[in-house]
């Protein structure tokens, strides 16, 4: 029988583009290059989310996905509070925006342009940015506990197919 301060955690593999909010505890784990995933804590009610988005951002009404950052991040708030949370409840981490050494100069663009709206944004809604991890060359393995807001980061060289998540499925 399981003691009445047990804990049950979920996991969940975040992919690029999605934004995850969950209801009960859980693993959020993801791997990121030049996009960048902004994890937003609810200091009071103990929950967390997080986002992953590759490209800054768009003006176009018509293209407003959540792989933009500017959506992405904007969403998660929103989310939020729509969801009961305060602005003054909460705290985020920023992590990604790594660009290899051969990359491209407009890859450094994008990955710096990821880090700098995902600070402009929360900055904008008064949300402290308690811990980054962003830059470099090297690519990240992200797992967010959405009930602890404990972030544990693995920087790799090079991204390879089995530094994905084993999930099985599609989600």
């Not at 986002?51 to 950052?69: K, M």
């Not at 663009?109 to 830059?135: C, H, M, Q, T, W």
Request: aromatic content about 10%; overall charge positive; proline content about 5%.
């Amino acid at each position: 029988m399981p003691s009445q301060h047990t804990v049950q955690r979920n996991e969940y593999f975040l992919k690029k583009g999605y934004i995850y909010i969950p209801s009960v505890p859980t693993l959020i784990s993801t791997v990121l290059g030049s996009g960048i995933s902004v994890c937003l804590w609810d200091r009071k009610r103990q929950r967390g989310g997080m986002n992953y988005f590759l490209y800054p951002e768009t003006g176009n009404p018509l293209e407003a996905r959540s792989i933009y950052g500017n959506v992405a991040t904007i969403a998660l708030v929103k989310f939020f509070r729509e969801d009961g949370s305060e602005i003054k409840d909460l705290e985020a981490q920023i992590i990604g925006g790594a660009t290899p050494i051969d990359a491209s100069e407009d890859h450094i663009s994008i990955a710096r342009g990821n880090v700098f709206i995902a600070r402009k944004i929360l900055r904008r809604y008064g949300i402290p940015i308690v811990a980054e991890d962003v830059g470099g060359t090297k690519g990240r393995k992200v797992v967010f506990n959405t009930f602890t807001s404990e972030i544990a980061i693995v920087h790799v060289d090079r991204i390879r197919r089995e530094d994905w998540y084993p999930y099985q499925g599609d989600r």
